[in-house]
């Protein structure tokens, strides 16, 4: 039992270059996420999706898109990277319809943008 | 509007001292609050969680949180601290303004525990 596993760890970009995000889950969990984390800030809700085939915005969805190719697998893709998508990346996953309401979180992607 | 407010961006504490790590929050709903630790170059790990029910709520590796509605604080406590406990703390609250299970964090805490 993995939990939830990220890929790549780690990704240099040159601006205006675009890339994927992969996230997987093997939980079984019905609600999938993005978060960025910057310093200072916490972390900030991207994308979220509630079940497999729906996916909306979070705090801060500029400049991405996501798909919830599955129940297991929730993607996250950057068209034309800037600068200020320097960042870590975390997924998470949760099981929603009861209690125990937690999130569980991957190892993060941490991306620069140059 | 949900808010977590995390005033200290540092603690400091002494190795065997207690420690607490500070939380207060708004919410338009029930108060569904959590405790995550972030280690170095890791994610988030779960430590515990108040939903309803008792105040004080014990979680992960000693760590206990006390819900107070009156004061809209969910504080975080152990009695006895350990360096290996050096870390980064994040305070949530379930935002109910949207769906899913979305949690709004707090901008985290860095606790060290000096030996």
């Known amino acids: 039992n993995a939990g939830v596993t990220q890929t790549p760890k780690f990704q240099v970009l040159k601006t205006g270059q675009s890339m994927t995000l992969q996230c997987a889950q093997d939980?079984?969990?019905?609600?999938m996420y993005w978060y960025r984390q910057d310093p200072g800030m916490g972390l900030r809700l991207i994308y979220y999706?509630?079940?497999?085939?729906?996916?909306d915005k979070g705090e801060v969805p500029n400049g991405y898109n996501v798909s919830r190719l599955n129940k297991r697998e929730f993607s996250l893709r950057l068209e034309s990277a800037a600068p200020s998508q320097t960042s870590v990346y975390f997924c998470?996953?949760?099981?929603?319809?009861?209690?125990?309401?937690?999130?569980?979180f991957g190892p993060g992607t941490r991306l620069t943008v140059t | 509007a949900q808010s977590v407010a995390q005033p200290e961006d540092q603690v400091n504490v002494a190795e065997g001292n207690p420690l607490t790590v500070k939380c207060t929050y708004s919410?338009?709903?029930?108060?569904?609050l959590f405790w995550y630790v972030q280690y170095p170059n890791r994610g988030l790990q779960f430590l515990l969680k108040?939903?309803?029910?008792?105040?004080l709520v014990k979680g992960s590796y000693g760590f206990e949180a006390e819900f107070n509605k009156s004061q809209t604080s969910f504080h975080l406590k152990k009695p006895s601290a350990l360096v290996s406990d050096s870390a980064l703390y994040f305070c949530?609250?379930?935002?109910?303004?949207?769906?899913?299970?979305?949690?709004?964090f707090g901008t985290g805490t860095r606790l060290t525990v000096i030996p």
């Open positions: 998470a996953s949760s099981e929603d319809r009861a209690s125990p309401y937690e999130q569980y």
């Open positions: 999706s509630a079940s497999e085939g729906t996916t």
């Open positions: 919410v338009s709903g029930n108060p569904y």
């Open positions: 949530a609250v379930r935002d109910w303004q949207t769906g899913a299970n979305n949690l709004f």
């Open positions: 108040y939903i309803t029910g008792d105040n």
């Open positions: 939980m079984n969990h019905n609600s």
